[in-house]
Nanobody, 120 residues
């Protein structure tokens, strides 16, 4: 069993910065990728950024140039540095990990979510 624990969501001013953290714990053989998704009220969950084991990064167009995803492989952790925040960034942010717990079998795991609110 694998658990993802995400944290760091707060209320921030427009133009401000926040940093989110997520740590994976449990039976982890290897991690394919880790990333962040978000869901605003009344909207579908959407990709924010992902980072794979080879260092490849994918960002949503709406956050390019403002958000940076990084990983600490030794800690099984992923981080999201969010700068120049906008009110439209307000959402619950979820950590996601595609993780092998057993040889040849991976699963997608989710954190419980952390609320980011950006005031104008």
């Amino acid at each position: 069993q694998v658990q993802l624990m995400d944290s760091g969501g707060e209320v921030a001013q427009s133009g401000g910065s926040l940093s989110l953290s997520c740590v994976a714990a449990g039976r982890i053989l290897s991690i394919v990728n880790m990333g962040w998704y978000r869901q605003a009220p009344g909207k579908q969950r959407e990709l924010v950024a992902t980072l794979n084991s080879g260092g490849g990064r994918v960002y949503a167009d709406s956050v390019k140039g403002r958000f940076t995803i990084s990983r600490d492989n030794a800690k099984n952790a992923v981080y999201l540095q969010m700068n120049n925040l906008k009110p439209e960034d307000t959402a619950v942010y979820y950590c996601n990990g595609r993780i092998y717990s057993d040889p040849g079998k991976w699963n997608d795991y989710w954190g419980q979510g952390t609320q980011v609110t950006v005031s104008s």
